[in-house]
């Protein structure tokens, strides 16, 4: 058995990338040429340059990291010598860099708060250069928080040419809507303006200014359109304000599934009075918030604390207008904060008293950043928690790329909760003698192992300890062809110490 296994070409295993795009980030915020405008006070003092040097895990083959790349960006300095930036700007980062505004000196820093759903990360000078930090940071000055502004206000966006000359591109705010930045799935108060921005170094995010004060961050920018997002001020305020412990949490949840009551007979069966608008709920994460508070599913929310919520759920913002109902969830609240939802309920009214929570870790976890996959190798066989990160890898367009069946599981994670932690998937196979007429099977979920149900990568672990009296493992897929697998478990346990040999550091990670 050993001579056959030395002569099976072990180079194969780059193969198995072929299942997936290279797992690239999107730098939208890259500008095109146009003049800008001249700024009446210099914000040289309050921004710098931010280098970063990153390296993302490969989704293909989980014990390996992909090729470094690196970003620059502007951030934006706080009191205490804090600087904030975008999560995506230091996501995965192997090494961060402060750099003054004519690159005359550097320090080395660290990311000490972050939030990948709203797109937002503090960072400051590693400790080691404690004395050189204070050297950097003292021709430097702080910038306030603006308070939110409005719909036809003007921002500067704040840019840095090589030689260290600011370039100052003035918007007007035209909408506020709620978007998602960075992480798939989360949705945060954004500002939105049009502007013709120019290419100018450091263009990853730059901070967006309202006299004198800062408003936000640039997390992406349409130059076909010239549309500029801008995280807005409400949420950094609230981001900042829950790092000052050091603790930091994160945004609340409310854990509910919603469906618009637009149609008149969904309403009628509903029992929805004609002067009402509100919002189905159609699931409830388990240990949610909504959960704990009582809800139901097919409850209607009909008001989230004073505000009334639409058919398509809507509601009339104090100051922006119509907003969409998560902003009084996801923006408004904090933590462990109490709020009053009304709802109907067999057409009767209801004051609801919900304690808003943390969102719980789904089946799909959306933020995977900075975590090592958790996978297996058996016999050639690669096994892998199915995570946002996961999916990205198929390209920008991964909802339409990605296998239909792995992306549905996206909508509907509770259908698939009983008995599973994670969702394990078979994502490739690598050609050996133990994976032999198995070569083509990748992207299938594990249901069981050797009779046992997976849970999540440590029970599958645990499920190939014990094979059958024939010694064979048999691995159950979900509506795959075939339905089952049969692996030899003398013949797999030989491919995995060879395996070993030919370059795979470790045959598992959980």
Not at 426 to 442: C, H, K, N, Q, V
Request: aromatic fraction near 8%; charge should be negative.
């Amino acid at each position: 058995m050993k001579s056959a296994l030395l002569s099976i070409p072990f180079c194969t295993l780059a193969l198995i990338a072929t299942s997936l795009t290279s797992c690239t980030e999107s730098q939208d915020s890259q500008t095109t040429s146009t003049s800008p405008t001249t700024s009446t006070q210099s914000p040289i003092s309050s921004v710098i340059r931010i280098n970063s040097t990153s390296q993302n895990w490969s989704p293909s083959q989980p014990w390996n990291k992909q090729a470094s790349s690196s970003r620059s960006a502007l951030g934006a300095v706080l009191s205490d010598q804090r600087i904030l930036t975008t999560a995506a700007m230091v996501t995965n980062a192997t090494y961060i860099e402060l750099e003054n505004a004519d690159s005359t000196h550097s320090i080395p820093a660290k990311v000490t708060a972050i939030d990948y759903e709203a797109n937002l990360a503090i960072l400051e000078a590693d400790e080691a250069t404690s004395d050189n930090a204070t050297d950097f940071f003292k021709d430097l000055q702080a910038m306030e928080i603006s308070k939110p502004l409005a719909i036809g206000d003007t921002l500067d966006i704040i840019q840095l040419e090589d030689s260290g000359m600011p370039l100052v591109t003035s918007s007007v705010i035209r909408t506020v809507d709620i978007i998602s930045s960075f992480s798939a799935g989360h949705y945060f108060l954004t500002y939105q303006s049009k502007a013709s921005m120019q290419s100018a170094s450091n263009s990853y995010s730059l901070p967006a200014i309202h006299q004198g004060k800062l408003t936000g961050l640039l997390t992406s920018y349409d130059k076909s359109d010239q549309i500029l997002d801008i995280t807005a001020p409400e949420i950094i305020s609230a981001f900042l304000k829950d790092a000052e412990d050091g603790q930091y949490e994160g945004f609340p949840s409310l854990g509910v599934a919603i469906h618009f009551t637009v149609d008149p007979g969904f309403r009628e069966w509903l029992k929805i009075p004609d002067e009402l608008g509100g919002l189905y709920v159609s699931k409830i994460a388990k240990g949610s918030a909504a959960e704990n508070a009582g809800i139901e599913e097919g409850d209607v929310i009909t008001k989230i604390g004073k505000y009334d919520i639409g058919r398509r759920g809507y509601y009339t913002d104090d100051n922006y207008g119509k907003l969409y109902w998560s902003h009084l969830i996801r923006g408004n609240q904090e933590n462990n904060s109490a709020l009053d939802l009304t709802i109907l309920r067999d057409g009767k009214e209801h004051v609801i008293n919900t304690t808003l929570t943390r969102p719980i870790e789904k089946l799909v976890p959306a933020n995977t950043y900075e975590q090592a996959p958790r996978y297996l190798v058996k016999g050639g066989f690669i096994f892998q928690e199915l995570t946002y990160s996961y999916l990205r890898a198929f390209g920008t367009d991964w909802e339409s790329k990605a296998p239909l069946d792995l992306v549905d599981i996206i909508a509907s994670q509770e259908d698939y909760q009983e008995g599973r932690n994670k969702i394990v998937l078979l994502t490739a196979t690598i050609p050996t003698p133990a994976t032999t007429g198995y070569e083509s099977l990748r992207n299938y979920i594990i249901t069981s192992v050797n009779g046992e149900t997976i849970a999540d990568i440590p029970s599958l672990i645990n499920a190939f300890k014990t094979p059958d009296q024939d010694g064979l493992h048999t691995i159950s897929i979900k509506d795959g062809t075939p339905e089952t697998i049969y692996l030899d478990a003398t013949t797999s346990d030989t491919v995995d110490q060879e395996l070993l040999k030919r370059g795979i550091p470790a045959l598992s990670h959980q």
